[in-house]
C-alpha cells in the first residue's frame, strides 16, 4: 500500500490550523450583531459551508462532462468525492441555517427559493448515489453518474429561477437587497475578516477531504483488482 | 475461407440506411403498434390517474372553493405519477424481451432511439391526459378546455417525456429499476412541474396571460435545453 503523501498530512495539519481559527474568528473575535445577537455567529459557518457545498456539485458536473469526454475513471472518482464531500456540507449549511432561522424568522423552515433549491439538490445527490449503488459495472456506473450530475448541474440553477417567481424572504448579504429579505444586516471589518478566514478555512478544508476521497477511491479500485486476481 | 465482404451483399443490393426521421417514426410505429394491440400500458396508467383523481378528492376536500385553487396541483400531480408508470413499462418492455439490444444493432444514430421512445412516451401521456381531463371536467365541474391550457400540459409533458425517458433507459440497466426513477426524475423535473402548476393555475384562475408568460417561457426553455443535453447524452447512456 501506498503510504500516504506528506503534502497531504501537511494540508491535514493546516485543515485543523483553520478550522479552529475560524472558530475562534466566529465565535470571539467578531462582534455581536446588535439586532440579532449571539445567533447571528452561525452565518459565517453557514456561508462557508454554503460556498463549497456549492463548489462541489459545480466541480462534480465539470468532471462528469470531463469523463463522458475523457473515458478515464479518474474523473469519476474525482466526480464521486466532489459530489460526496459536497453534500455532507450542504446537509451542515441547511441545517446551520435552520438554527439561524428560527430566532430571526421565527420558522425553522419556509419555502424560500434558497432553501427550496438546496433542499432539492439536496435530494438530486441523495438519488445520485441511490443510482450508483444500483450498478455493478464500474464503466457504466461512471458513466451515468456522469449523466446523473450533468443533468442535476443544468437542473438545479433552473430550479432557482423558477422559485425566484415567488418572493424571497432570504436576505442576500453580498450584493443587492431584496425589499421583502428579513434578517439582513451590514457587516463591520471585523465581521468581514472572520466572514473571508471562514470562506478561506472551508475551501482548504473542502480540498482536504476531496483528496482523502479520491484517495480512497483509488484504493478501493487497486483492492478490487487485487480481489479479481485471487479469484482468477 | 470466406471473408467478411463475402457474406455481406454488395454494396448496391444492401437497403441504404433509413433517414433520421424515418427511422425514429419506426420505433414510434413499432411501439404504438404493441401497445394498440396490448393495451396493457394505457389501461394501466389510466386506470390508476383516475385512482389518483378518486384519492385526491378525499384528501384535499375538494368542494367548489378549494377547487379552483387546487385544480392544478392534482392535474399535474396525477399526470408525473401517471407519467413514471408509462416510462418504466415501455423501457422495461424493451429490456426484458431483449428488444434494447435488437434496437442498438439497427444501423441508425443511436439519438434515433432516444426520439423514437420519446416520442411515442409523449404519446401515451398525451393519450392519459386527453382521457383524464373531460373526466375531471365532468366529475368536479371545472372547464379544462382552454387552447392556452392544453398548450401548457403538451409543453409539460414534452419536458418531462424527454427528461424521463433518458433517465428510464438508466434504470432499467439498475439493480433497483421501477423504484429508482421517480426518486431520479422528480428532483429534476421539478422545474416542470413547477412552472406547469403555475401556468395552469394562472389560466384556470383567470390571470392575464402576460402572467404566465414567464412560467410559459420556462417551460419552452427546460424542453429545448433537456432535449438538447438527453441527444448529447444518450449514447453513454445505452452504450455496451
Known sequence: ?232 | MTTKTDILPKVKDRPASPSFLKATLAIVQKDLAAEFRSRELLSAMLVFSLLVIIIFNFALELDIKTRQSVTAGVLWTTFAFAGTLGLNRSMAVEKDRGCMDGLLLAPVDRAVIYFGKGISNLAFMLIVEVIVLPVYSLLYNVNLFQPTLLGVILLGSIGYTAVGTLLSTMTVQTRTRDVLLPILLFPIAIPVLLSAVKASGGILTGAEFSEILTPLNILIVYDVIFIAVAYMVFDAVVEE
Open chain 1, 1 to 232: 500500500m501506498q503510504p500516504k503523501p506528506t503534502a497531504l498530512k501537511i494540508l491535514d495539519i493546516v485543515s485543523i490550523i483553520v478550522l479552529g481559527v475560524s472558530t475562534y474568528l466566529a465565535l470571539f473575535f467578531a462582534p455581536t450583531e446588535a439586532v440579532m445577537g449571539q445567533v447571528q455567529r452561525v452565518f459565517y459557518f453557514h456561508i462557508g459551508t454554503a460556498w463549497v457545498g456549492l463548489l462541489g456539485f459545480v466541480i462534480a458536473a465539470v468532471a462528469g462532462v470531463t469523463y463522458l469526454i475523457t473515458k478515464d475513471l479518474k474523473w469519476d472518482r474525482f466526480e464521486v468525492a466532489a459530489v460526496e464531500v459536497s453534500t455532507m456540507f450542504f446537509l451542515i449549511t441547511i441545517v446551520l441555517g435552520s438554527i439561524w432561522a428560527r430566532p430571526a424568522w421565527n420558522t425553522w423552515w419556509t419555502w424560500d427559493p434558497r432553501l427550496t433549491t438546496a433542499a432539492i439538490t439536496e435530494l438530486i445527490y441523495i438519488a445520485y448515489f441511490m443510482l450508483r449503488q444500483g450498478i455493478e459495472d464500474p464503466d457504466r456506473r461512471a458513466r451515468f453518474g456522469a449523466v446523473y450530475t450533468l443533468l442535476g448541474g443544468i437542473s438545479a440553477p433552473i430550479t432557482f429561477m423558477v422559485i425566484r417567481l415567488f418572493r424571497t424572504i432570504h436576505p442576500v448579504v453580498i450584493g443587492n437587497q431584496s425589499a421583502e429579505a428579513q434578517g439582513g444586516f451590514s457587516m463591520t471589518s471585523d465581521m468581514r475578516v472572520a466572514f473571508f478566514f471562514a470562506l478561506f478555512a472551508f475551501t482548504i478544508i473542502f480540498i482536504d477531504l476531496m483528496w482523502h476521497r479520491i484517495r480512497i477511491g483509488s484504493l478501493e479500485e487497486k483492492v478490487e483488482q487485487l480481489k479479481l486476481n485471487v479469484s482468477m
